[in-house]
């Protein structure tokens, strides 16, 4: 098994914890000495490394997120590949995710929910109007930061809608039960309408502590026992058709923000969202491909 660098950069940044693993490889909790502050490292795995397409995916994530400067995004401080190890230098956010925090608590009541969901369609609205499809919105790519805001993640996947070989026809990208029948089918001409999918889907998710393979089946079962608020919402982003969806996220964030509104508050007793995670379910990488189990 290849041996991890300690540090990296002649010295610069100093790799403490492993904080979350996946596909591509592990996230570090790691020390940028130039200013002492905490910083996320995301190394990729060796094996992967010595794919040229890989590392240029990589190179990518990190020019994407460079671009989108937003709040409620992750942001890329740089992009490394030195002596056969790449790396993308980003901030630590050290609340996990909202995958973790149903894991510890269980469903997710529907207005904190709905709210910390509002932070993700401010992210999105940015993607998408930078000419970007993010593809892979579900709950472990949506980290809680100590002001308990939101913070999209791994744009690893991400489209943009300029020419590219890197995503081709007919290829599947995306993780089960918050893909669009369309990514299921190729990730290639997916268009903004995938991430309203991915978005009802994680909604589905943190109300239910459940993500189904068949999301119109568990509609039809479970219709019923979604806040009367949010229920048609979810149906309507998590329709088979792309054109039966809301045609934009501004659009579906006006229906969810109404929604909150009418929503009882949250239980006193409820768990804060955001709780410090030192472990690898603090996860800034992609997850597994089921969230919960059913």
């Known amino acids: 098994m290849p041996i991890r660098p300690r540090t990296l950069a002649n010295g610069r940044y100093t790799l403490d914890a492993e904080v979350g693993v996946g596909g591509m490889g592990a996230v570090f909790r790691a020390i940028d000495h130039r200013d002492d502050a ?3 490292i995301k190394l990729l795995s060796p094996g992967l490394a010595r794919s040229t397409m890989v590392r240029e995916r990589f190179r990518r994530e990190a020019a994407i997120l460079a671009r989108l400067q937003h709040p409620n995004i992750v942001k890329v401080h740089a992009f490394e590949d030195e002596g056969g190890v790449a790396y993308l230098v980003m901030d630590y956010v050290d609340g996990g995710s909202l995958k973790d925090w149903v ?22 609205e940015a993607t998408h109007a930078a000419g970007m499809v993010h ?4 709950p472990a790519n949506l980290l809680i930061a100590s002001d308990a805001s939101c913070r999209v993640v791994d744009f690893g996947i991400a489209r ?3 020419p590219s070989n890197l995503t081709r026809q007919g290829v599947k990208m995306g993780t089960i039960g918050f893909m669009a029948p369309e990514q299921q089918v190729s990730a290639h001409d997916v268009d903004h309408r995938a991430d309203i999918f991915g978005l009802g889907a994680t909604l589905y998710a943190l109300l239910t ?16 026992l979604l806040p009367d608020p949010v229920a048609y919402l979810i149906t309507k982003a998590t329709f088979p058709l792309p054109e039966q969806r809301y ?5 579906l964030a006006r229906v969810l923000e109404s929604a909150t509104e009418r929503l009882p508050p949250i239980p006193a007793r409820t768990p804060s969202l955001y709780e410090p995670v030192h472990s690898a379910t603090a996860s800034q990488v992609t997850g597994p491909t089921i969230v919960f189990e059913d």
């Open 103 to 124: 894991v510890r608590n269980g469903p997710m009541p529907a207005r904190m929910a709905c709210e910390i969901l509002l932070d993700v369609c401010s992210a999105l």
């Open 247 to 251: 045609d934009s996220i501004q659009a």
């Open 38 to 40: 905490v910083r996320a």
């Open 209 to 224: 502590g459940q993500v189904p393979a068949d999301m119109q089946r568990a509609l039809e079962h479970h219709y019923d």
């Open 160 to 162: 943009l809608d300029t």
């Open 135 to 138: 593809r892979d919105v579900k």
